[in-house]
Nanobody, 121 residues
């Protein structure tokens, strides 16, 4: 499976942005898809994940209520709608996939390249 993330950019605090992650190849082994982010000089952290089959979602506390993860099975694409962005959301955002939610959340899934989101104050 190859993952292609896009949609990053420079926005102001309070703005919205939508990231996309297009999966190509066989997604049969990708029971769950998710987003991580890595801010400058910080470790990569989990943001949100969603199951392909039932759309079950899970969020990090830091983004709950502001970010929404969704998927379009027909397009093999996962989205991350980010609202009310804050400067502390500035990071490179990565999408990831795994047959296991636990594996994905521990950072053990497969990865796409990142897309940079910069939020100015």
């Amino acid at each position: 499976v190859q993952l292609q993330a896009s949609g990053g950019g420079l926005v102001q605090a309070g703005d919205s942005l939508r990231l996309s992650c297009a999966a190509s190849g066989s997604t049969r082994g990708s029971y769950v898809m998710g987003w991580f982010r890595q801010a400058p000089r910080k470790e990569r952290e989990f943001v949100a994940d969603i199951t392909w089959s039932g759309g079950s979602r899970f969020y990090a506390d830091s983004v709950k209520g502001r970010f929404t993860i969704s998927r379009d099975r027909a397009k093999n694409t996962v989205y991350l709608q980010m609202n009310s962005l804050k400067p502390e959301d500035t990071a490179v955002y990565y999408c990831s996939g795994s047959p296991s939610q636990i594996t994905l959340r521990q950072g053990g899934g497969y990865w796409g390249q990142g897309t940079l989101v910069t939020v100015s104050s």
